[in-house]
């Protein structure tokens, strides 16, 4: 979706901020392990599924015209090509204008989804469900958290609601607190 249709503008007034220049699309990149939520350690990760988080997120983009492209791998590559397809190969119609990123285990390995990242010049909120920094001390390390925007951890799904909500806020001119 380009622009806000009339009809949404009228029901959310603040969407009328939104700037037409923009592709009105956000990128939501799931790393390795993630399509296990909810079965996996519940007591770390909580109960809720991916699936029930996108649903979430998309919703709420929605209701702001904003169109959220959700991709999930567990293959590196994978998420690396999806990152710079909408971040700078694809048509520029079809790019996103900002990312928000989950990156599991690859956030301690991972150069190439760092460089991916830098490639497309498109700002970037890091997630994490857990609280990295309260974890083994291998995980206190990100390769992404010194170039991201922001880092959100240990807040549970409710950091892709965060990070969401900032993005509307600061891009799209939203305002998030209705």
């Not at 900002?98 to 991916?116: K, M």
């Amino acid at each position: 979706m380009t622009s806000s249709s009339p009809s949404t503008a009228a029901e959310n007034p603040a969407d009328q901020h939104i700037d037409q220049t923009l592709n009105h699309k956000l990128l939501l990149v799931n790393g390795v392990n993630l399509n296990l939520l909810g079965k996996r350690e519940p007591e770390i990760y909580g109960h809720m599924t991916l699936v029930d988080i996108e649903k979430r997120l998309v919703e709420r983009a929605a209701q702001h015209s904003i169109e959220l492209i959700c991709v999930q791998s567990n293959h590196e590559g994978d998420l690396v090509d999806k990152i710079q397809y909408y971040g700078l190969l694809a048509e520029k119609s079809a790019q996103a204008d900002a990312v928000i990123i989950n990156p599991a285990a690859f956030t301690h390995t991972s150069v190439a989804l760092r460089d991916a990242l830098l490639a497309t010049q498109k700002p970037f909120i890091e997630v994490h469900l857990s609280n990295v920094h309260a974890r083994e001390p291998f995980r206190h390390h990100s390769y992404l958290s010194d170039v991201a925007v922001g880092v959100i951890c240990g807040l549970g799904h409710m950091g892709y609601e965060m990070a969401l909500d900032y993005w509307l806020s600061n891009i799209y001119s939203v305002n998030t607190s209705t």
